[in-house]
């Protein structure tokens, strides 16, 4: 009880200071800015990164790898790992590469992957990143085809359409003078998806794991999904284990989404830590600007400091005031930051939306008066225009540890500031300042 007074000392400096002096306002505004920038721009980056991230674990990699399992064994192998708590679907494929030409002479080349038709349906993180534009998961027919979106645009076919698929091994018998027919295949479309991922729609076919045999004699690998992706280790070692009691399937080859993609994830998450820092160094700025300001007010009231030093204010307690008030603007600029950053990146695309709005009305306003001098008119604004980025709209992400981490940035920089700041107090001798007054 005997510091009651510091919080109200401290908030009369904030909000009654004596030169009028709009510092305090000022570090709120920095503090609020920086928190606002970082959570929104880490938002974005998150959405990017984490949209690209699933796309490959969902799609391409999977969670969990099991090779060198025998075909005869595939089945009795899926049955094992289901026993394992923690996963949750087990999906045979085969995978090959392969060239790919449409109807109308457009080719490219492409990563085939022949999966079972009840794929889909098991695995619903696949399912959850699949977008069919036209058709549907249809690979009934040994002769149907899964095309990515932009794969189908470069080779110029649609649904219903037929595509032939050459395989790696039969182009090189084609220059030999080789009987290459058992590596070429024709297929129908009947499915064109989109993942978002463009490597992935550019680049890659689903079709029948019956059919991929025909391209392909080794054993079919298992994909495996886990219902929590971060707890791979040890649904590592449980599967290794599952499999080894089953006779022919100890030399099973098991592995992680960590291992396959370890260079990629680490650069993401060395550029994301980059942009941490970069955007942090917000909070130095405005750090020292609060350690300035806050040196100004111990000087400017050296004598009210002196007077409550002289009535049994100890130095600690004095200091405590200053501290208060980078605490009260840390507080502030922080939560007022962190809420806006929040509303906004759980809306980015309508936050953009608003921003072209007003750039455009003021490009329209500028062509009405090019118009009537006979000048050239200036186009429409867009940040993101789909025919030079391949997004539809910005995807977002907000990881609330993240923010946590954000919001006390901006606040601890605030409070060390003042902390430093206030060191000036201990300089200030009651006697001589109280000595002519």
């Given at each position: 009880?005997?510091?009651?007074?510091?919080?109200?000392i401290?908030?009369?400096?904030?909000?009654?200071?004596?030169?009028?002096?709009?510092?305090?306002?000022?570090?709120?505004?920095g503090?609020?800015?920086?928190?606002?920038?970082?959570v929104?721009?880490?938002?974005?980056?998150?959405?990017?990164?984490?949209?690209?991230?699933?796309?490959?674990l969902?799609?391409?990699?999977?969670?969990?790898?099991?090779?060198?399992?025998?075909?005869?064994?595939?089945?009795?192998?899926?049955e094992?790992l289901?026993?394992?708590?923690?996963i949750?679907a087990?999906v045979?494929?085969?995978?090959?590469q392969?060239?790919?030409?449409?109807?109308?002479?457009?080719?490219?080349?492409?990563i085939?992957r022949?999966?079972?038709?009840?794929?889909f349906m098991?695995?619903r993180?696949?399912a959850?990143?699949?977008?069919?534009?036209?058709?549907?998961?249809?690979?009934?027919?040994?002769?149907s085809?899964?095309?990515?979106s932009?794969?189908?645009?470069?080779?110029g076919?649609?649904?219903?359409e037929?595509?032939t698929?050459?395989?790696?091994p039969?182009?090189?018998?084609?220059?030999?003078?080789?009987d290459a027919?058992?590596?070429?295949?024709?297929?129908?479309?009947?499915?064109?998806?989109?993942?978002?991922?463009?490597?992935?729609?550019?680049?890659?076919?689903?079709?029948?794991?019956?059919?991929a045999?025909a391209f392909?004699?080794?054993?079919p690998v298992?994909?495996?999904?886990?219902?929590?992706?971060?707890?791979?280790?040890?649904?590592?070692?449980?599967?290794?284990?599952?499999l080894?009691?089953?006779?022919?399937?100890?030399?099973a080859?098991?592995?992680s989404?960590?291992?396959?993609?370890?260079?990629f994830?680490?650069?993401?998450?060395?550029e994301?830590?980059?942009?941490?820092?970069?955007?942090?160094?917000?909070?130095i700025?405005?750090?020292?600007?609060?350690?300035?300001?806050?040196?100004?007010?111990?000087?400017?009231?050296r004598?009210?400091?002196?007077?409550?030093?002289?009535?049994g204010?100890?130095?600690s307690?004095v200091?405590?005031?200053?501290?208060?008030?980078g605490?009260?603007?840390?507080?502030?600029g922080?939560?007022?930051?962190l809420?806006?950053?929040?509303l906004?990146?759980?809306?980015?695309?309508?936050?953009?939306t608003?921003?072209?709005s007003?750039?455009?009305?003021?490009?329209?306003?500028?062509?009405?008066?090019?118009?009537?001098?006979?000048?050239?008119?200036l186009?429409?604004?867009?940040?993101?225009?789909?025919?030079?980025?391949?997004v539809k709209?910005?995807?977002?992400?907000?990881?609330p540890r993240?923010?946590?981490i954000?919001?006390?940035?901006?606040?601890?920089?605030a409070?060390l500031?003042?902390?430093?700041?206030?060191?000036?107090v201990s300089?200030?001798?009651p006697?001589?300042?109280?000595?002519?007054?």
């Amino acid at each position: 009880m005997r510091f009651k007074w510091i919080p109200f000392i401290a908030a009369r400096y904030i909000f009654r200071p004596r030169n009028k002096s709009p510092s305090s306002v000022l570090s709120i505004l920095g503090i609020g800015v920086g928190v606002f920038a970082l959570v929104v721009i880490i938002a974005v980056m998150n959405g990017f990164q984490l949209s690209f991230i699933e796309s490959i674990l969902e799609i391409s990699s999977y969670h969990l790898r099991a090779g060198s399992v025998p075909a005869s064994r595939t089945e009795q192998a899926g049955e094992a790992l289901l026993s394992v708590p923690g996963i949750e679907a087990v999906v045979p494929y085969r995978e090959f590469q392969a060239l790919t030409r449409g109807e109308r002479g457009g080719q490219h080349a492409v990563i085939v992957r022949g999966v079972e038709e009840s794929a889909f349906m098991h695995d619903r993180g696949m399912a959850s990143r699949l977008e069919f534009l036209e058709g549907f998961f249809d690979i009934a027919d040994e002769q149907s085809a899964l095309l990515g979106s932009e794969l189908a645009r470069r080779l110029g076919v649609k649904t219903g359409e037929e595509i032939t698929l050459y395989s790696v091994p039969s182009i090189f018998a084609a220059f030999d003078d080789q009987d290459a027919d058992g590596g070429m295949k024709s297929f129908t479309v009947t499915g064109i998806f989109r993942t978002g991922f463009y490597d992935c729609d550019t680049s890659w076919a689903f079709i029948g794991i019956d059919s991929a045999r025909a391209f392909s004699d080794a054993d079919p690998v298992l994909g495996i999904k886990l219902k929590n992706r971060f707890y791979d280790r040890q649904a590592l070692e449980l599967a290794r284990k599952s499999l080894a009691a089953i006779p022919g399937l100890e030399g099973a080859e098991l592995s992680s989404w960590r291992d396959y993609n370890r260079s990629f994830f680490g650069a993401l998450r060395t550029e994301k830590l980059f942009m941490f820092i970069l955007v942090g160094l917000i909070f130095i700025v405005v750090g020292l600007n609060i350690f300035q300001a806050q040196r100004r007010a111990v000087l400017e009231h050296r004598e009210e400091i002196g007077l409550l030093r002289a009535v049994g204010g100890g130095e600690s307690a004095v200091r405590l005031i200053f501290v208060f008030d980078g605490a009260i603007v840390g507080f502030t600029g922080a939560a007022a930051g962190l809420v806006l950053g929040l509303l906004v990146a759980s809306d980015i695309s309508a936050f953009f939306t608003v921003i072209e709005s007003i750039v455009n009305f003021f490009i329209y306003i500028i062509n009405g008066i090019a118009g009537i001098f006979g000048a050239g008119y200036l186009g429409k604004f867009a940040f993101f225009s789909p025919a030079v980025f391949y997004v539809k709209e910005i995807p977002t992400r907000i990881i609330p540890r993240e923010a946590v981490i954000i919001f006390l940035f901006g606040f601890l920089s605030a409070l060390l500031a003042a902390w430093f700041a206030s060191r000036k107090v201990s300089r200030i001798r009651p006697a001589e300042v109280l000595r002519y007054e």
